[in-house]
């Protein structure tokens, strides 16, 4: 199997995945109609489907004509893609339109008023109207110059602003193979040119940096497109890790605090929602149940993890598990402090990711944790710790 065979299998393997995408968003349908307009640029490269065209339509020229127009439509839609990503509110929109619009029928116009002899297309400078080839190659170049290099810089300016590090390897990707797309088009002007100016040609040369540069620009632009969706398939997989580590605080506040559990179902397959949601109600659950304890038991449970040989972070998780874990012991007898100061909640003040990191510890500690299992104990068989550390306790509901 050749390279392009290789090369275009793999390309509508992508489209294919990507392809039912198409109907989610204007940058979806400009993303898969790119992929699918490459792949079938590269397949007329296949020698046995140029071969197949040619003998059916009888016309040589046909497969270069349009693997190029191929190559003119999947830059246009990549340009629309990157612009939808990195600059949602439009950039030149009508100037894109006008572009496209001009490309493909001076591309067609010229193609057709050029020499054509049984080989093939006249090179350049040969024939009686050579001007046309050259005309031709220009409109060609020049779009997929200009439309590479700014989708080069939009890409890689839109590297920082992802948020996953997939994220930012697939616009690092997409960015490289743009970046080899506009050497490719500054390759071909440069040959085009030596050959113009001094007639000298280097065929071989040519055809090897062309055929390498379209190949790994067509690779890291699939490559490119393949990481964002693995960025939220992670993401997918890290939200139901967290969830299924959270659910067993969720279950311990939720049965002391049933009240704020909030009555709409989700789908299990939504894992990101449920996983806000568990959040949600287990910071009320916690809101809730600090009515039942007081800043001084948080105390007492810090003090206790130090005496326990716990140091750093690990004594405010477990002061925190602890003072949770005794309220929701409380919470059931309905028995309120009122006068005093609450504990603070650990999750305040902190980003999204500190807080969950800050939950599944706490979770860890509350269903794990040695210390927070005694101190609980402790202070269910002392009354008078109890007692002490609510000089007024009221009925919740009611009083």
């Not at 990507?18 to 640029?41: D, E, G, M, Y």
């Not at 005496?307 to 874990?325: F, K, M, N, P, Y």
Request: aromatic share 8%; hydrophobic share 50%; charged share 15%.
């Amino acid at each position: 199997m050749n390279t392009p065979t290789v090369v275009a299998c793999a390309l509508w393997l992508v489209t294919l995945w990507r392809l039912p995408s198409i109907r989610h968003s204007h940058k979806q349908a400009s993303l898969a109609l790119t992929l699918a307009a490459l792949a079938a640029a590269m397949t007329l490269e296949v020698p046995e489907i140029k071969a197949a065209i040619n003998d059916h339509v009888g016309i040589t020229g046909l497969p270069p004509l349009l693997k190029h127009l191929l190559g003119v439509t999947s830059a246009a839609y990549l340009l629309d893609f990157v612009v939808a990503v990195v600059r949602p509110q439009g950039l030149a929109r009508r100037t894109r339109m006008a572009a496209i619009g001009a490309t493909l029928p001076l591309m067609i116009a010229f193609y057709a008023m050029a020499n054509w002899m049984p080989g093939g297309a006249v090179r350049v400078g040969e024939g009686k109207r050579a001007v046309y080839p050259v005309l031709y190659m220009a409109v060609f170049t020049l779009y997929i110059g200009v439309a590479m290099i700014v989708a080069t810089w939009l890409f890689l300016a839109g590297v920082r602003h992802s948020r996953t590090l997939l994220g930012k390897a697939g616009l690092g990707f997409l960015g490289l193979g743009t970046m080899l797309g506009s050497f490719y088009a500054l390759q071909r002007i440069g040959f085009v040119t030596v050959q113009l100016s001094t007639g000298a040609e280097y065929p071989e040369l040519e055809d090897l940096l062309s055929t390498n540069l379209k190949q790994l620009a067509i690779l890291s632009i699939a490559l490119g497109v393949c990481l964002p969706p693995l960025s939220v398939a992670v993401e997918y997989v890290a939200s139901w890790n967290t969830l299924r580590r959270l659910q067993p605080l969720w279950r311990q506040l939720t049965e002391a605090a049933p009240y704020v559990v909030l009555s709409a179902s989700i789908a299990k397959r939504r894992v990101p929602f449920r996983l806000e949601r568990c959040v949600i109600e287990i910071e009320d659950a916690s809101l809730a149940l600090r009515e039942y304890v007081s800043a001084e038991l948080h105390e007492s449970a810090r003090s206790f993890a130090q005496r326990s040989g716990l140091a750093g972070t690990e004594i405010d998780v477990v002061a925190e598990a602890s003072w949770l874990s005794v309220a929701a012991r409380i919470a059931p007898t309905g028995s309120q402090v009122r006068g005093v100061t609450y504990p603070q909640l650990g999750v305040t003040g902190r980003d999204r990711p500190s807080e969950i990191a800050w939950l599944r510890a706490v979770s860890r500690a509350y269903s794990s944790s040695p210390v927070v299992a005694e101190f609980t104990r402790q202070e269910e068989s002392s009354a008078t710790v109890l007692a002490a550390s609510s000089p007024e306790r009221l009925s919740p509901r009611g009083n």
